[in-house]
């Protein structure tokens, strides 16, 4: 029995990672005799962490196993020929983690969430916000994975009443995230971020750790992209979307039987890992590993909060270059994200090394897939993440190895995914289905889903309908090698040699011609409908113009110098007050989402002379009532004073009583009869003004006016009846523009229709 549990302790804290002092207090040893064992060339050598440096316990047993206790040195019971491993052995502390408590929010978890990201100002301090989402993961990590680690800080925040010991409770959350991270075998680092943050009350430092409380794992994955968000990760950091990890798992792992290990070698944030061993099920154990120690933590984290058996460690973005004592890996399931374009260091590529090929130097997409190759088992499937472009790529020698891998048969599935999936980056992306061995003849399925996505935000997302047509389309073609939709196709190896070895599915799935329905006679009518509505109000708006023109042909000239009688020339702050908005440092602090009752206006929602956008955030009623003297009235005029310029807008009657963002100037009539607005905005947004203000901008960071320059701004003013006479003719060609581009919208949708409908039979033309 004894032994058996000494074989689980060994298992369970094989990874673990220890220091120096820890070796000598569990071999019974003095701190310098582990010194001097270091100087023997054999000692396994240790894993860095900022300025401390770990040991992996495995190793060290591994180590110790080969060193005899000297007789004299024997302790208590041991017995002859006990070595140092068997004492460490017998010393290790047995504090295995708790199975994590799982995803069981409170059903406030959203209002929760809230309520902490609100807190950040007043906590962080000076840090930056990247510092406070960590704190928030580590919470949520310990809460959920370490439920004894979480009381008892828990209990140590509420006696906590000082700010000088807020500080002490942040190194000690650090620490115990820190120790639980070390213990599965992941060198700390957590506790340095976190002191970083300078809260402002200890109170708001023990709400935080008070709400961290029933917040499941659905919180980390919402924080982690608020983490990225902050950061602006690179392409080589950033983190794979939900919707795409959902999708690789399901397809890498449609057979889940067998399946006992499972590797990403370059783990992000380990959200590819936590999906395939959550499609897996129980038993497979979990390898990962990643070049950036930072987002490794947050992998680790990731993974034990479902209690994954998981093995991360640092590696680098070459791993087929790694030295030749690090053990090979082999897994049955392999799915990753690795760096795109990117060049490793090495210039030396032995081409034994290289089954299909030897990758070209200054760009490892190549390298990435054949290493995987040959980390995979027998029978083992791998999904890839590459650009688009690896599968047209015009180099030599990776069409080559394209070549050889499809002649071999190692690939199975190229599936071409919409645009923008990723927030950080354009770069279009397949995923590449790979297995080994290969079955040389066997032909390639392509998948197009270039189409499937819809937007979200600032990037687009693949919906879970479009997600599940995929995986079925490519688990039909396993079963029976049919894909029984258009969503997929078969190419045998002769057809892709035809095609110069392109693996992009557009090459085998080109669009067929459109086919019509019932309904086109009734559409394309309605689309004529409406150009000819269209057209009818741009008659109108030429014949309004038209009467301006016929006006304006029958004037008598003006003079530059001086002005016809009744203009006068004066400056913007001479006719307007000038306004900025409130400061960045009054707004700071007020609570804004699209609950409030008072919308802020920025300079985004300025757009040809209207303030527009329903994205709006807004502020509470009481904040705009102790900011009274910012607020909009119907005929004043905003204008940009910082940031990219562009033409001003006029308040309309809607929007009284709106707060403009502190970017923006507002201008108000200091005497509603000197000026007609209409006129001042169009006078405010000609060429003339804007480079004059651009002129006179500071250019420091973003360029910036204050009011006082800005109030110079020479202003041109005829009499009231000729500024009103101009301002309706610019109106109306703006509206003649408007109205002539529906129009060209009109027609253009109106001929799409008809075209499909005339060249696919769905309508006919009377030919008598």
Known sequence: MAQQREMRVEQRNARRLITRTEIAEWAKVTRPAVTNWEKKLAFPKPVSAGEAEYFQLESVLTWLDKRRVPVNRLIDDEPLGTTYGDRVRRNLPDDEPLPAVGDSPSRGHVRRLHELLALADGVRGSAAMADYLTLLLTLNFLWVAERNRWTRLRELAMRTDSAKRAKELLRDIGHAADEALRRRGVPPGLQDSLVRLTPRTVQELREVVRLSADLGRETYEQLLRRYEEQVALRSGEFFTPRALTRLMADLVVSRADGIKRIYDPYARGGELLVATAKAAGVGASVRGESPRLETLRYAMMNLALDGADASLEVGTAAPWEAHGSRPGVRADVIITNPPFNMGSTMRDRN??????????????????????????????????????????????????????????????????????????????????????????????????????????????????????????????????????????????????????????????????????????????????????????????????????????????????????????????????????????????????????????????????????????????????????????????????????????????????????????????????????????????????????????????????????????????????????????????????????????????????????????????????
């Open 351 to 768: 081409p034994a090394r290289w089954p299909y090929g030897v990758p070209p130097v200054g760009n490892d997409n190549f390298a990435w897939l054949q290493y995987i190759l040959q980390s995979l088992e027998d029978g083992g499937k791998a999904a890839v993440i590459m650009p688009q472009s690896a599968g047209t790529s015009a180099s030599k020698a990776e069409r080559d190895i394209r070549r050889n891998m499809v002649d071999a048969g190692v690939v199975e599935c190229i599936i071409a995914l919409p645009g923008r999936l990723f927030p950080a980056t354009d770069v279009p992306v397949s995923v590449w289905l790979l297995r080994r061995p290969g079955s040389p003849g066997a032909p390639v399925l392509f998948i197009d889903a270039r189409e499937r996505a819809e937007k979200s935000r600032n990037h687009r997302r693949l919906p879970p309908d479009d997600r599940d047509a995929i995986v079925t389309t490519y688990r039909q073609w396993c079963d029976c090698q049919s894909t029984g939709d258009s969503l997929g196709i078969a190419v045998s190896p002769r057809d892709i040699r035809a095609n110069d070895f392109s693996l992009n599915p557009a090459d085998y799935l080109a669009d067929d011609p459109p086919e019509g329905t019932a309904g086109e006679l009734s559409a394309a009518i309605d689309a004529f409908e409406r150009l000819a509505n269209v057209r009818a109000q741009a008659n109108e708006a030429d014949r309004a113009v038209s009467v301006h023109v016929t006006a304006l042909a029958q004037g008598t000239g003006g003079s530059l110098s001086p002005l016809p009688n009744g203009w006068t020339r004066t400056t913007l702050a001479e006719v307007c007050e000038i306004q900025a908005g409130p400061s960045y440092a009054q707004l700071r602090d007020e609570r804004r989402s699209s609950d409030g009752a008072v919308p802020l206006v920025r300079p985004r929602h300025l757009r040809d002379g209207h303030i527009t956008g329903s994205d709006q955030e807004k502020i509470s009623a009481e904040f705009a009532a102790t900011h009274e003297r910012y607020l909009l009235q119907g005929g004043d005029i905003i204008c940009i004073r910082s940031g990219a310029l562009t033409s001003p807008a006029l308040v309309r009657d809607g929007q009284h009583g709106w707060l403009p963002h502190h970017n923006l100037f507002r201008l108000r009539a200091r005497r509603p009869e000197v000026f007609d607005p209409l006129y001042l905005l169009a006078f405010l947004s000609q060429p003339y003004a804007l480079d004059w203000v651009r002129n006179r901008s500071a250019a420091a960071g973003a360029p910036s006016i204050s009011a006082r320059s800005f109030g110079e701004l020479p202003v041109v003013l005829p009499p009231m009846a000729v500024q009103r006479r101009v301002a309706a003719l610019l109106h109306d060609l703006d509206l003649q523009i408007s109205l002539h581009r529906q129009l060209v919208t009109a027609a253009t949708d109106a001929r799409a229709l008809l075209t499909k409908g005339l060249m696919s039979g769905a309508l006919t033309l009377d030919l008598a």
